[in-house]
T-cell receptor, first 110, second 113 residues
């Protein structure tokens, strides 16, 4: 079955770059997503990448996809305290529902 | 003008009770979902409906029954609640196809005592 894995925790200093990593097992994944969850809130879609792309940039966010290694990363430039949250990687193949990773808790130190 | 709304936000109930959680979306989407997030934040799909028809039904106890009266609503009814049902339940919606972006509701925190 599909599996998506992430490290559980990342701590960075304000102003530094954060890199959150994700690996997945399903080679037929067509879309890969990054969601952000703030405490007590629902999931907010940050960005997504189609599987035939290897990079996507959106303001402070850069997504890198290595399809050969089934590795996805999210880089947040100039990380701010407001970026502290849990970040979920998710993948989808065909019409299947999303399969989520376990989430990475990002802590930004002032 | 909330996009995806859920009621109630918090639900505390005793084992054995029956309860419902409601979800509504005003985005004009044709597909709606229920996800369960456990205490370790692991998020897993439970059900998906497209145009009021069930299209995904993961391995969920039959005590859980989704009901979609129309495209804009997907309610979750739970019979004979158990301690292990305690979790945060998220509703989401999307259009079928394209980039398949799912928009999530704020969640309903269910606590079974």
């Amino acid at each position: 079955g599909e599996d998506v894995e992430q490290s559980l925790f990342l701590s960075v200093r304000e102003g530094d770059s954060s890199v959150i990593n994700c690996t997945y097992t399903d080679s037929s994944s067509t879309y890969l997503y990054w969601y952000k969850q703030e405490p007590g809130a629902g999931l907010q879609l940050l960005t997504y990448i189609f599987s035939n792309m290897d990079m996507k940039q959106d303001q402070r966010l850069t997504v890198l996809l290595n399809k050969k290694d089934k590795h996805l990363s999210l880089r947040i430039a100039d990380t701010q305290t407001g970026d502290s949250a849990i970040y979920f990687c998710a993948e989808r193949a065909g019409r299947r529902a999303l399969t989520f990773g376990s989430g990475t808790r990002l802590q930004v130190q002032p | 003008d909330t996009a995806v709304s859920q009621t109630p936000k918090y639900l505390v109930t005793q084992m054995g009770n029956d309860k419902s959680i409601k979800c509504e979306q005003n985005l004009g989407h044709d597909t709606m979902y229920w996800y369960k997030q456990d205490s370790k934040k692991f998020l897993k799909i439970m059900f998906s409906y497209n145009n009021k028809e069930l299209i995904i039904n993961e391995t969920v106890p039959n005590r859980f029954s989704p009901k979609s009266p129309d495209k804009a609503h997907l309610n979750l009814h739970i019979n004979s609640l158990e301690l292990g049902d305690s979790a945060v339940y998220f509703c989401a919606s999307s259009i079928a196809g394209a980039s398949y972006e799912q928009y999530f509701g704020p969640g309903t925190r269910l606590t079974v005592t």
